[in-house]
């Protein structure tokens, strides 16, 4: 069980590392966008288009990676009152109810990624990109969410039978900010 728990953090890591590579390749976009604008006269007229494209998927890709680092918001007022096995008991119980939601969206998600395959659908724009190739990211990266779900599910249930030798295991931090 810890080697699968290590295995989906490294993937959620992974994946996250590319969500930052999508994240400068934007920056790069608008900056060259800029570039062209000004001293050129001149437009790459993709900018706009690829910088969504590129938002969408840095922010499904980043999803797992932030669940791992816990780093969405949180409401903790419940963990403010339970402590200890009560707090383990409640996380595992919470991780679960998200891995569900996980599996509904990365299968609603799926859902519009394969009709825009099926039906080779492409953008308005004058690149005319088939609508699958951006929209992969959002099942890709719900399933990469669903897949961390799953291992902080793990994470608690270890934690429950005190068995964490060799994990890595984050808290909660109770300042705002990192």
């Known amino acids: 069980m810890k080697q699968l728990i290590k295995i989906i953090d490294g993937v959620s890591t992974f994946v996250g590392g590319a969500a930052g590579v999508m994240l400068c390749l934007g920056l790069l976009l608008t900056c060259g966008e800029i570039l062209l604008r000004t001293a050129f006269d001149r437009t790459l007229y993709i900018t706009d288009e690829y910088s ?68 080779k659908s492409q953008s308005m724009q004058i690149s005319s990109t088939f609508l699958a190739i951006p929209q992969f990211f959002m099942p890709f990266g719900a399933f990469i969410m669903t897949l961390q779900f799953f291992s902080e599910f793990l994470k608690s249930i270890l934690l429950l039978k005190g068995d964490t030798a060799g994990l890595v295991l984050r808290e909660e931090i109770q300042d705002l900010g990192r």
Request: hydrophobic letters at 50%; a positive charge; one cysteine or more.
């Open 52 to 119: 969504g494209y590129l938002m969408c998927g840095l922010t499904f890709c980043a999803l797992g990676y932030t669940l791992k680092e816990k780093g969405h918001i949180r409401m903790t007022l419940i963990h403010g009152i339970v402590k200890n096995r009560k707090r383990a008991v409640l996380d595992a119980f919470c991780f679960f109810l998200g891995f569900l939601f996980s599996i509904f969206i990365t299968f609603h998600t799926w859902g519009l990624f394969y009709d825009s395959v099926a039906t």
